[in-house]
DNA sequence: TCTCTAGTCTTGACTCATTCAAGATAACCT
DNA sequence: AGGTTATCTTGAATGAGTCAAGACTAGAGA
């Protein structure tokens, strides 16, 4: 029980299979903070050669579900994988690139902010989203006028 | 000037054009908070007889850019459209049935939460989602064992 | 170490929300 | 009223994600 974070373990822990599918899916999630399924499908396959787009979907929810990685879904993405867990951190995602980063949450543990009213749920987690422009958009977006079109939501105006 | 809420000077003050289309869809949006694509088509159809699949996308499309109407994607869910909108209020979505309340912020205007680092992000908004279950499933969940499946995520363990 | 078996992976077809494209229609300006 | 152009209809396409059946293999027991 010397290395709780080797891979292995901590799928073992969860009741997993040990399987390189799995242990090289998780190692690209970990390379790759907030891939979609397929970026993490062909960093996989780097490693393995082969494997099945649908391993990859079953391997990303049996992940998900034991909470060794996150799924996240800004709207208008597809699906997203971290495998940062446990800190209830929240995102900064930009409305032109759809670039994502971490923000750290203040309090920690889940759920960090307490609903007005609770309509009655048995309220687990807040999740946040801070949407806005990131740098590198602001930078061309200033310098021509509308570099490409925004995905859907439009730019805050004046 | 009298009736500032009337639904097709509304249009009209966001540069669009009133149609019959568009004026059922946005009463479809006020009188099903929440709802998805396909309810708010069967919805508005049910007042004009006939509207297209692709009408509705447009329609609903033009009203979030104008901001008549805002669009909500919790994980795992398909597009939902509402038509409250300027109060930056949020959402209470069950785990377990998709059920979502609204949920009044506090600060009422946005951003109403502040990233503790922005990333020199320009950010306009903070979107909050609180995750739970409804007082319906808990009720449920608590009678029966399991009743249904949860759809992707599983209840918070003990 | 060998064997068995349930849990995993592969393959291929399928669903369904959403989008694209082209032509018909109708709202608004003059 | 007439022309212009946004909007709507029709029909096909895209693409993320799922379903299903069979092959494979990790891990437990002999």
């Given at each position: ?80 994988y ?6 209830n951190?929240?995102?900064l ?30 309220i ?35």
């Amino acid at each position: 029980m010397s290395t709780q974070a080797d891979p292995a373990h901590l799928l073992r822990q969860a009741g997993l299979r040990v399987t390189r599918p799995r242990l090289e899916v998780l190692a690209a999630v970990h390379r790759h903070p907030h891939a979609v399924t397929d970026e993490i499908c062909a960093a996989a396959r780097e490693r393995l050669g082969t494997l099945s787009h649908q391993a990859v979907y079953d391997v990303l929810r049996a992940l998900a579900d034991a909470k060794l990685v996150r799924r996240i879904q800004p709207s208008g993405s597809v699906a997203r994988y971290e495998a940062r867990v446990g800190d209830n951190h929240h995102h900064l995602v930009c409305r032109v690139c759809g670039g994502i980063e971490d923000v750290d949450c203040a309090v920690g543990e889940r759920p960090c902010l307490t609903a007005s009213e609770d309509h009655g749920y048995l309220i687990d987690e807040a999740e946040v989203v801070f949407w806005g422009v990131c740098p590198g958009c602001l930078a061309l977006d200033s310098a021509s006028a509308v570099p490409w079109a925004p995905p859907a939501t439009t730019h805050p105006s004046p």
